[in-house]
């Protein structure tokens, strides 16, 4: 394996932001669902943003939305667009055909990865746990038999803590790994300490 990218998601503040992409985080993801205790608004977002730009230029941002195809911040929002609801091929098209990076993401289920089997307008497929945010995770060694039919990229969810995510990358081994409750101190309020070990743990799984 060359390497597993990792992604710190539901940040919702700049010195997070920053802290999480000196420790190595590849992707910083901000959540504009109004439904989760992570979700932050335009101002925040944007100050995330901008302290990245500044401070971390080699960290992307990514920006998740549910089912928000008129959200104002998909007019402006400079790096991923990350889509966690019921949104349809033809939709992620209408992204990708703009010239926007688009990522899938997908609760797991058999039939659910093979509708999006081999789909190539999202650049990555989220592979999540049966419900976003809540820290469950899934069958990873059935995720694994199904590994072939995802392209280009397979994104890791669900559950991953620092504790776990060293079996997850070997079992699945998923491009990037994508974590939010499994480094937080308590519910919405990332702990850099927890983070800092979750990408540690990471990289060394991901090693030759």
């Known amino acids: ?3 597993c990218k990792v992604k710190i998601c539901g940040v919702r503040d700049a010195a997070t932001a920053l802290a999480a992409a000196r420790a190595g985080a590849d992707f910083v993801g ?5 439904a989760s205790p992570r979700t932050v608004d335009e101002t925040v977002a944007r100050s995330i943003v901008a302290a990245l730009e500044t401070g971390a230029p080699e960290c992307t941002p990514v920006a998740l939305f549910v089912d928000q195809p008129r959200h104002p911040a998909l007019a402006w929002w400079p790096g991923i667009v990350q889509l966690h609801g ?5 939709e ?7 010239g926007v990076r688009t990522w899938k993401a997908i609760p797991w289920d058999e039939e659910r990865v093979r509708i999006w089997s081999g789909a190539t307008e999202p650049e990555a497929i989220v592979v999540d746990g049966p419900k976003a945010g809540s820290g ?3 069958d990873h060694e059935a995720l694994a038999l199904m590994r072939g039919l995802i392209a280009p990229h397979l ?3 669900g559950g991953l803590t620092p504790a776990s995510v060293g079996s997850a990358i070997r079992t699945v081994r998923p491009w ?21 070990a979750f990408i540690a743990a990471a990289r ?3 090693r030759p």
Request: charged letters at 30%.
């Open 136 to 138: 469950i995770s899934f």
């Open 86 to 90: 019921s949104e349809r091929l033809d």
């Open 155 to 157: 994104v890791l969810a």
């Open 1 to 3: 394996m060359k390497g």
């Open 176 to 196: 990037c790994v994508d974590v939010s409750s499994g480094v937080e101190r308590e519910r919405g309020v990332k702990d850099i300490h927890l983070i800092e």
């Open 30 to 34: 901000v959540i504009f669902a109004a």
């Open 204 to 206: 060394q799984a991901a």
């Open 92 to 98: 992620v098209r209408s992204l990708t055909d703009r």
